[in-house]
């Protein structure tokens, strides 16, 4: 079992007191990670990996039992992935917005949406409000069906509820929208600007018989991003990547969505995303912490809840148990 954590600061120049006391206190990263490490009492012991970047600078990259090569099951943090494919496609104009709803969006299944169903916006599935509860999908072909003849448990917009749908559907909303598979949109407007790799693939369809995060097949893949049941690439997991990779997401969204001087996706969906009153702490699926810190509060972006990696089969965790150490992914201050 393994965590991967990801940090990233921003700093302003001329907040640190003097070049000295800052090469200081990088070259002090390092150790403190591995004593944090070793430390039982933390309950970090089981870091698989911990990158810290200051200013787009690498300072501390510390691997434990695996290597910078090695990718790992992102679990939910797919589910953020997910989110930024969704604001590019709206920068785009591929979707009108947070507020269409999915008998616009997706208005060949609309004989099978109930009329909480229709209403129910991209907003709402973007901030788990939508009232759908379960969290694991059904080994079912036809999923949307199954979701919209059922509807909701709750009513859309009033709760904030943890759920593996929502995303899903925001997945078929953009295949949809793109025309494309979601692999192939990451690719071109995500994955290989950020030059990260993602061939060869590993692409299957999960099913129940075996858990996918235990599957020998997804364990000795490199990148790999699996197929739901219903043939669309997974909204909510089942996406592997490496801890560089994710370091360059984290960056991505401190560069306000730029990247070698090239807008890759919209700085209002940035900042949107990580926005400090969404509800529950939960933006377009990206968690939200508020920091208190030397220059103000400021309000962390995580992306969704962290990620795991399971080496072993046999075991009983769940991919959606909540995580207490989160991968951070950006942090900007909020005053």
């Known amino acids: 079992m393994g965590i991967l954590l990801i940090g990233l600061v921003n700093c302003t120049p001329g907040r640190l007191d003097t070049a000295e006391t800052a090469s200081t206190g990088v070259a002090k990263i390092g150790p403190a990670i591995d004593g944090v490490h070793t430390d039982n009492v933390s309950g970090l012991h089981e870091l698989r990996a911990v990158l810290v970047s200051v200013d787009g600078e690498v300072v501390a990259e510390r691997y434990y039992g695996s290597d910078p090569a090695e990718y790992a099951d992102l679990q939910s943090v797919t589910k953020s992935i997910v989110s930024i494919l969704a604001g590019i496609a709206i920068g785009e104009g591929k979707i009108s917005g947070v507020d269409a709803t999915l008998e616009d969006l997706l ?36 999923l949307l069906r199954a979701w919209f003849r059922e509807g909701p448990e709750l009513q859309p917009g009033e709760q904030f509820r943890y759920t593996n749908i929502g995303p899903h559907i925001v997945a ?86 730029r990247w070698q001087g090239k807008q890759l996706v919209p700085a209002d969906w940035i900042q949107q995303s990580t926005a400090a009153d969404a509800p529950s702490g ?35 965790w769940s991919p959606h148990r909540t995580l207490s150490a989160p991968t951070r992914a950006a942090t900007r201050s909020s005053g």
Do not use: C
């Not at 004989?111 to 709402?124: A, E």
């Not at 377009?284 to 962390?300: A, C, D, E, F, M």
């Open 282 to 316: 939960y933006g377009y699926l990206w968690w939200i912490h508020p920091v208190q810190g030397q220059h103000g509060t400021q309000r962390s972006a995580v992306a969704a809840k962290s990620f795991w990696s399971r080496r072993t089969a046999g075991s009983s």
């Open 107 to 142: 208005p060949e299944h609309r004989k099978d949406m109930d009329g909480r169903t229709k209403r129910t916006t991209l907003r709402q599935l973007l901030t788990m409000t939508a009232g759908w509860t379960d969290s694991t999908p059904p080994a079912n072909r036809d």
């Open 172 to 257: 078929h909303v953009l295949r949809r929208a793109t025309g494309m598979s979601l692999l192939d949109y990451a690719r071109q407007k995500l994955f290989d600007p950020l030059e990260i790799p993602t061939r060869p693939v590993y692409e299957a369809r999960f099913g129940e018989e075996v858990p996918y995060w235990v599957e020998p097949e997804f364990l000795a893949a490199d990148f790999a991003w699996l197929r739901a049941p219903d043939g669309v690439h997974a909204g909510s997991f089942a996406m592997k990547l490496r801890p560089t990779d994710m370091l360059k997401l984290g960056q991505l969204y401190l560069d306000e969505g």
